[in-house]
């Protein structure tokens, strides 16, 4: 409807400009240029009009000028000239940017030149607004100036026909022997001014062919509206370029997203051995709608026999009957492709410009009936899938105003609630439940409205089964402007849910453990050796202690010292078996205050002999006092302990440079502390690190690839996070950061 109005309101300009002539006639050239400058400021809103006749019948140019703000005119007119400058260089006809000559900013810049004779003089038009000139703007200002030039050279030719019968006049009384020659130029004239008669006839043909084109595609535009199926709509809009084009054939095609191909849905004047060789074009394709499709641009073949291109497509174009064609792509708002509209002759031909701006309308109109009644048919199916989403769906689906009456629901609330889903419309909760339950629902309802963002809910009622059923509740539904208009709610029995999330952290928990008893496994020449030092030294020094006790005269002191050490290297076996118990024993999560450190060195401790044995070169950066962090000290452990042995068996292969881990932490203000592993091993490539934390994902031979995928989520149930960046030499680093207390460990 916006589209005909904008047409009815271009009608209307064009009328009033072809009724200017009728107040010129005996009108000066700067009168008709004035009067014409304001009708279009009228009637385009312009910023300014400006004409200048370059041969007017004094003999010298002549500037006039027109603003929509007042002003003195002869420092506008100046103002204007000199900022015009550069419009007179170059094609007239192309639209620019120009900074604004009466003002501030920038001005959209629309000129032409006046009549067919390029010295004649030119019209020129200003707006701010970045969208001008329009089609039908351009359109208007260029029958307006044909309409100027038409009047101009009649004002023109009747000066000079009256200076020539002046001039007639004197030779008659000055030269009478000069008649002959005064009447050549009198003759001369009189066919100059037929050629104006003849070229004004023209003009005024063409805009009588704009107008009823104009007509036509009003006519078009309320028939297209009035209609609701697609396909009658492109076989009207193909019969009309057709007719505008005076073309013997043509078709339209849409483009099919899933197979990139244009595919023929309307086509006039075809046999059906055409159809089925173009039945679907892609944009390899030499034809003009391939080339067309490939360029994103109209293609135009005036002649098949003489384009090259054509070649192989020559016999089916001779089988058809036709020389020539024209394709017009058709593109969405964005620019997408939507089809193609087609136009074919018998005889070599090019369509007239003015024949290819209508199209370009015809194919706008199509474009956009296409685009909308896709919308149309996707809203239909989303309705359509809505409606079975409701039917269908395994959730309880409600939506109810804010008075609390019921305005939706679907057969899971039905089913869930007990009641029947007719009964349900235009019931509030209290009619509807128990009064404990329809109490706990209000309450909700007003926490939904009082709160900034969607709420969620878990309510447990007891269903007539003796079942405990666990349901969340959701979504105030809010307009553009932010205002809540009903309260939507998506509930679902999460009583299954519950039941495996405990299960699945039950059987966390057992892979956690798995993977801890898998690292204490890898460290079992580590622990070994741990172990086995303390125990040496307590051999070797009960037999020094027999020794002492066992002389003529005991010695007493040194049999103390070595009793002593025993139970010291007791106690440090004792104390490696203890960590070893924990790290590897099962037990829940247990959350307590800790220093991460303290991890770290409880690590440090535990690795240390395979380090040793790898010859790895190990060093701590721990930065200290570090705040405190809420956490699970074992899972913690179990942590640490992954990475560094990442890092030790990353380094295994690596024999041509020193193996190096490192090993530091750092506090990132008062909100989390960081903890980085760095090693200088094989590292891993891009393909690979994207995967590094997937379950059961593994580089190495035999391994179950949980460590990491179990590290991350230990890091990420503390509300941390952890992850691998390549080093810019060797190896790989792993850091995570743990959320803090904000209190520094003492």
């Not at 240029?33 to 304001?38: G, N």
């Not at 603003?67 to 002869?74: K, L, M, R, V």
């Not at 059906?272 to 994103?296: I, K, M, P, T, W």
């Not at 109490?439 to 089964?465: G, H, I, K, T, W």
Request: glycine residues 6%; proline residues 5%.
């Amino acid at each position: 409807m916006e589209e005909v109005k904008r047409l009815h309101g271009c009608i209307n300009d064009l009328i009033g400009v072809l009724a200017l002539p009728a107040v010129w006639r005996g009108y000066q050239p700067a009168q008709i240029a004035s009067t014409l400058l304001d009708a279009l400021v009228r009637m385009q809103r312009l910023d300014f009009a400006y004409m200048r006749l370059s041969d007017p019948i004094e003999g010298a140019p002549m500037d006039i000028v027109r603003s929509a703000s007042g002003g003195d005119p002869a420092a506008q007119l100046q103002a204007v000239v000199k900022g015009l400058a550069e419009v007179f260089v170059g094609d007239l006809s192309q639209p620019r940017r120009l900074p604004n000559p009466l003002g501030a900013g920038e001005l959209s810049i629309a000129s032409c030149r006046l009549g067919i004779d390029d010295g004649a003089g030119a019209l020129i038009a200003g707006s701010r607004r970045t969208d001008f000139p329009t089609q039908t703007e351009a359109l208007l200002l260029r029958v307006a100036a044909n309409q100027a030039a038409i009047w101009l050279r009649e004002a023109r030719l009747a000066g000079e026909r009256k200076r020539v019968e002046q001039e007639l006049e004197r030779r008659v009384v000055e030269r009478t022997g000069q008649l002959e020659t005064a009447n050549r130029d009198l003759r001369s004239e009189v066919i100059e001014r037929t050629r104006a008669e003849v070229e004004r006839s023209a003009l005024e043909d063409e805009l009588a062919a704009e107008l009823a084109a104009m007509t036509r595609l009003h006519e078009l535009s309320t028939r297209l509206l009035a209609s609701t199926e697609l396909q009658p709509l492109l076989e009207e809009i193909l019969n009309a370029t057709i007719a505008l084009q005076n073309a013997d054939f043509g078709n339209v095609q849409l483009y099919n997203p899933d197979t990139n191909a244009l595919e023929i849905v309307a086509h006039r004047g075809f046999r059906q051995d055409f159809l089925d060789y173009l039945s679907v074009v892609n944009e390899d394709s030499a034809a003009a709608c391939g080339r067309a499709f490939q360029r994103g641009e109209r293609v135009i073949i005036e002649d098949v026999l003489t384009d090259p291109a054509f070649a192989p497509h020559r016999p089916i174009a001779a089988s058809a009957g036709f020389r020539a064609v024209q394709s017009t792509p058709l593109f969405g708002r964005k620019r997408e492709p939507l089809g193609m509209l087609a136009t074919h002759f018998r005889r070599p031909h090019r369509p007239s410009l003015r024949e290819l701006r209508l199209t370009d309308l015809y194919a706008r109109q199509a474009a956009e009936m296409i685009e909308y009644k896709r919308a149309e048919s996707a809203l239909r199916e989303s309705e359509a899938r809505l409606q079975a989403i409701l039917e269908h769906s395994p959730v309880m689906i409600f939506l109810k105003d804010l008075d609390g009456r019921y305005r939706l629901s679907n057969r899971q609330f039905e089913k869930v609630a007990r009641v029947s889903c007719e009964a349900v419309v235009g019931k509030t909760d209290a009619e509807l439940f128990p009064p404990e339950q329809a109490a706990a629902f209000r309450a909700n309802d007003r926490a939904v409205l009082d709160a900034d963002a969607p709420l969620e809910f878990e309510e447990v009622s007891l269903q007539a089964d003796g079942l405990h059923t666990s349901i969340v509740f959701k979504f105030p539904l809010r307009n553009a402007d932010g205002k809540t208009y009903a309260l939507g709610g998506i509930a679902s029995d999460i009583t299954e849910r519950r039941h495996s999330e405990e299960t699945l952290r039950t059987l966390q928990l057992e892979l956690a453990h798995v993977a801890r008893v898998m690292s204490m496994g890898e460290l079992t020449a580590s622990i070994a050796h741990e172990v086995n030092q303390p125990l040496t030294a307590i051999v070797t020094n009960g037999t020094a202690a027999l020794r002492w006790l066992a002389r003529e005269t005991p010695d007493l002191r040194e049999t103390r010292m070595a009793v002593e050490r025993i139970i010291r290297d007791g106690e440090r076996a004792g104390a490696v078996i203890q960590r070893i118990r924990a790290l590897s024993g099962k037990r829940p999560p247990q959350r307590s205050w800790l220093d991460i450190n303290d991890v770290i060195r409880e690590v440090l401790a535990v690795t240390q002999s395979e380090v040793g044995r790898l010859e790895v070169a190990l060093r701590a950066e721990l930065s200290t006092p570090l705040p405190k962090v809420l956490g699970d000290h074992i899972e913690l452990q179990q942590v640490v302990l992954n990475l560094m042995m990442n890092g030790i068996d990353a380094m295994r292969p690596v024999d041509d440079r020193s193996r190096a881990l490192r090993i530091g932490s750092l506090s990132s203000g008062s909100k989390e502390v960081t903890v980085a592993v760095r090693d200088t091993g094989i590292g891993l490539d891009a393909g690979v690190l994207d995967r590094l934390f997937d379950a059961f994902f593994t580089t190495k031979p035999g391994g179950l690839g949980l460590g990491l995928s179990i590290s991350r989520r230990i890091i990420e149930a503390h509300g941390g996070r952890l992850w691998a960046t390549p080093n810019d030499d060797y190896g790989l680093t792993l850091a995570f950061t743990l959320p803090t207390g904000g209190e520094p460990a003492s």
